[in-house]
């Protein structure tokens, strides 16, 4: 498979909340994944919480994504119906051996301040 197939895979996955589909996708050795609130090297745990998450998300809109031999970067919004509105996010990706090995997951993390044990 393609960086593109890898990632958009998962992406997808992750968003349909298929959680077993995206973590197919990720490296069960040496993986990392962090962002403004998760930080994990399980290869299925960082997707823990994605059931709480996905009930607040409305529509992801795709603004850019960016594909090299072994990364890849997405930009896009994420809607929801919290107060948070609309949240822009850019998500790097490392691959090793056709697998995803790290994802760094950038956004602004204060909207999400008071409603984070919700989602969790």
Known sequence: MSTREVVRGYHDARYRGDAAAAAALVSEESFSFRSPFITSTDAAGHLAGLDGFLRVVTEVEMISELYGESEATLVYDVHTATPAGVQRTAEHFRLRDG?????????????????????R
């Not at 790290?102 to 044990?117: N, S, V």
């Open 99 to 119: 697998k995803i090995c790290t994802i760094m997951l950038i956004f602004d993390a204060a909207p999400w301040q008071p409603m984070a044990a919700a989602i």
